[in-house]
């Protein structure tokens, strides 16, 4: 266990004033729940917002509805690379997950397959800002809308940005966010569906109507969960919960099995204020983004396009080795620089099975090659500057060795 300053891989801000509505949520959680239906409603021009307990219970209450109003479609068409929690959020639904290489620079599907891996089966497409690159909208909807398939948005990672002037979330026929630690916004978990569809909104109601709402002893453990967190992910004591292998901070888990409930009463009150929070997050991942960018452009590839609030700025190394050495270097210097999906979805162990061996060689190299950089406002301009100066120490360091 080192003493160090250690940079979290991720955070959200959580304040002092929030964990007080927090606590104050659990005796008036109705009006906290109430306030943040409406400011939702308004901040994204949607007539129906539903609040539930995680992005993945979102995700599966969504696929839920559009399986009831589609049944003989079985099939969530998404990116072969992008966070576990949606191909087991399809799992739970009962639908069969269906897969689309990925152009390697943006995370995005890649175009020129897309429109065959989309078949007459396929009830769904899932494109999914990953880290807050929005997908292509325009291409996706026209596809879908030419075949009568659902389009939804996984705006989990996206939570304040746009595309062509349209907030991302509210572009698809529905749309989803997470609220779990390390977005954009945190109440240390929770998930927000929205959407204009009234035939959609009612399907998704008669699935909500009978969830149930977190008991006593889960609202005072999410209480304390995120009481703990506003304490150590302050980067002077990170180095505490990053020494502790039980944590599993880090770790890509393929859940097979979580709980669909509603937002707590609690949860909403930690979220008071949000809009200002959301505005601010994304503020300082945008100015720490380009300053990454500026200072690195020649040394490191990034995704193409125009500078938004990166969740994390995802990096490519040249190769696996050369992306384990910088991990390596930033896990011992506290740098935080982080891994991200070990595989692609193809390849994970629980429904490999599912694929019969086929490859999906851009996601695999994604795979081996990807590294994120921390975005969020705990940055401090010294940290900026250490970990510009390993990664550009390391990689020059590498490329004279290959001389």
């Not at 109003?69 to 576990?84: D, M």
């Not at 292998?245 to 890509?252: A, M, Q, V």
């Amino acid at each position: 266990m080192k003493i160090q300053r250690t940079i979290p891989p991720a955070a959200s801000p959580v304040h002092l004033i929030s964990l007080l509505h927090g606590l104050a949520g659990i005796f008036c959680g109705r009006k906290y729940l109430k306030k943040l239906e409406e400011e939702l409603s308004e901040y994204f021009n949607m007539r129906h917002v539903l609040l539930v307990s995680s992005g993945k219970a979102a995700l599966t209450l969504i696929l839920n509805a559009l399986k009831s109003l589609s049944p003989e479609r079985n099939q969530v068409l998404i990116p072969a690379y992008t966070c576990f929690s949606v191909p087991s959020a399809i799992v739970k639904a009962g639908l069969e997950v269906s897969l689309c290489d990925i152009d390697p620079l943006t995370f995005d599907f890649d175009y020129k397959l897309l429109g065959e891996a989309i078949g007459e089966k396929t009830l769904c497409v899932v494109p999914i800002h990953l880290f807050g690159i929005p997908s292509d909208m325009d291409r996706i909807k026209n596809l879908c809308k030419d075949r009568g398939v659902f389009m939804v948005e996984d705006a989990a990672q996206a939570m304040g940005a746009a595309y062509n002037g349209k907030k991302l979330g509210t572009i698809g026929d529905v749309g989803f966010f997470s609220l779990n630690r390390g977005k954009n916004i945190t109440c240390g978990s929770g998930g927000i569906i929205i959407t204009n569809s009234d035939i959609i909104a009612s399907a998704i109601a008669k699935k909500y109507s009978d969830l149930k709402s977190p008991g006593a002893m889960q609202t005072i453990k999410t209480f304390l969960e995120i009481f703990c967190l506003s304490i150590f992910i302050n980067p002077s004591l990170y180095w505490i919960p990053s020494a502790l292998p039980f944590l599993r901070l880090g770790e890509t888990i393929f859940y097979n099995n979580f709980p669909i409930k509603r937002l707590s009463g609690t949860q909403a009150g930690l979220l008071m204020g949000w809009q200002k929070k959301l505005e601010e997050s994304n503020r300082i991942r945008r100015e720490n983004s380009e300053y990454f960018c500026s200072t690195l452009v020649s040394t490191l590839t990034f995704p193409s396009g125009t500078p938004i609030p990166y969740l994390r700025l995802p990096i490519l190394a040249r190769n696996r080795e050369e992306r384990d050495r910088l991990f390596s270097i930033s896990r011992r210097r506290g740098s935080g620089l982080s891994l991200m999906y070990p595989t692609p979805v193809n390849e994970i162990e629980e429904i490999k099975q599912l694929f019969n061996g086929k490859a999906f060689p851009n996601a695999k190299e994604v795979s081996e090659t990807l590294l994120t950089v921390p975005t969020h406002h705990l940055l401090s301009e010294r940290d900026r500057q250490k970990i510009c100066s390993q990664l550009s120490a390391t990689y020059l360091e590498q490329v004279e060795a290959e001389v």
